[in-house]
């Protein structure tokens, strides 16, 4: 047992995280870049917060605010300047080598060389799996993100939402229970990005996958999330958490987009953005 599950455990306002091992615990972490001449950049500050395994967390904030700094910690693609990242209970770097999660950026980032089967299979690949098994695991995948119809098709052959869309299956292979997500759908134009939100709201739910995303869109954070975290200019802070509380039973479906919860949760969101008070907004309360 680790600190943070001790913790987690003893807090008992933490409801879904008590018991079980955090997929992400993050202490006092800060990150300073040092940049020219002697001079400084403070990207994070004083980070705390705790993703529960399956729940799914957004950071939002303005550019440069370091919500990408935050989730290359938790990738351990870059190391805290003080503070404790944990993922499942591990330091970010072991969790790294045990494989606990999938990443998917910005730009699909695909093997133009490679078909979209060759595409997913290559972590798998990578990580000595043999070829009957990688190729049942990447029909799986082919089938759960839509793309049967493509899977002999080269990256330069495929609209920027199936890229994505394989992008998503390649992180989704070796069944991580955490996805890190860095603006996946920021290249889309906005009825592919909706249908996408909505594609990702499915697979997460048949995956069970906790999800870190980085938006820079209110209604995407708000559409997607259990939980938002709002994140101040630099250096970047947590200056809200807003629970999504679509109330018992309400589903992620094209309709929510015009119901009052979903409306409530982007105002609540805007409203820490731009610092009002009174917004429900606290620190994390675990
Ligand atoms: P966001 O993703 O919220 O737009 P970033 O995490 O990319 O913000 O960057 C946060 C701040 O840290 C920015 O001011 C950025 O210029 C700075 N920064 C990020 N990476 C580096 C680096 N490797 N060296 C120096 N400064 C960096
Ligand atoms: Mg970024």
Redesign the pocket.
Known sequence: MTDSVARDTADTSGGAVALATAAISISRATKV?R?AKGAE?R?LDDIDLTVAPGEFVSLI??????????LRLIADLDEASSGEVLVFGKTARQARIDQEYGIAFQSAGLLPWRTVQANIELPLELHGVGRADRTARAEELIELVGLTDFRSRYPDQLSGGMQQRVAIARSLAERPKLLLMDEPFGALDEMTRERMQQELVRICSETGAAVVF?THSIPEAVFLSDRVVV?SP?P?RIVGIVDVNLGPGTERSEILRENPAFFAGVTAVREALHGKPGAPLGADPR
Do not use: D, N
């Open positions: 870049f940049v950049v990207a904030g303005p550019s440069g605010c370091g919500k990408s700094t935050l980085v994140m630099r970047g």
